[in-house]
């Protein structure tokens, strides 16, 4: 397995949020530690899981297409960053006026 510390300006283009894969396929969250060739990737000081698409199991790739397209997705600090946005602005229950 092949795990990666994600920069936080890396976009989630490749990647699908393991908790929606392993719910849609009907498998054990924790599955993808038994795969040969996976590579997984989670952002510094967190613990979500992200599998790479190219290393999901063959029997497993219809499901992809049901996974939440994740394409252009950042961190939302790294989002904060870039543009100059504070984090609370991301919250709709402040009011923000982004919703």
């Known amino acids: 397995m092949k795990s990666i510390i994600l920069p936080p300006n890396e976009f989630l283009d490749h990647y699908v949020l393991n908790a929606e894969f392993h719910r849609l396929a009907g498998i054990s969250k924790n599955a993808y530690k038994f795969w040969k060739k996976v590579e997984i990737g989670r952002y ?39 543009t100059g946005l504070a984090p609370s602005h991301l919250v709709k229950k402040n009011n923000s006026s982004i919703y």
């Open 44 to 82: 510094q000081g967190t613990r979500i899981i992200f599998l790479h698409k190219n290393s999901i199991l063959e029997k497993h790739r219809e499901v992809l297409k049901q996974c939440s397209d994740l394409s252009g997705f950042v961190l939302a600090s790294a989002f904060c960053s870039f």
